[in-house]
Nanobody, 123 residues
């Protein structure tokens, strides 16, 4: 079992930055691939970024490359999402998730989910 708790969301102006954190508890955090997803009102949950167990491989949604960076610190059982040059369309609830299947952009391959953190970008 892995428990995930996101933090770092909030209200930011367009062009600003935020860093989300996801703290994991439970066993063997460093054996899980980790991902970030987001869900805007009235829309389906979508993939944002993923990182493998070591942090050596990263994968991003094409539309977000260059603005968002995923990283992890296995010593702290934490995964991060650095978000720069934020736009109003980035407004959503952001979720972190853990998968025992390497790492993936597919929502259904994730086994554990956090409760989400709200990010609101004003224009």
């Amino acid at each position: 079992q892995v428990q995930l708790v996101e933090s770092g969301g909030g209200l930011v102006q367009a062009g600003g930055s935020l860093r989300l954190s996801c703290a994991a508890s439970g066993r063997r955090f460093n054996s899980y691939g980790m991902g970030w997803f987001r869900q805007a009102p009235g829309k389906e949950r979508e993939f944002v970024a993923a990182v493998n167990w070591s942090g050596g491989s990263r994968y991003y949604a094409d539309s977000l490359k260059g603005r968002f960076t995923i990283s992890r610190d296995n010593a702290k059982n934490t995964v991060y999402l650095q978000m720069n040059s934020l736009k109003p369309e980035d407004t959503a609830v952001y979720y972190c998730a853990a998968t025992g299947r390497g790492f993936s952009k597919r929502l259904e391959e994730y086994d554990y989910w956090g409760q989400g953190t709200q990010v609101t970008v004003s224009s």
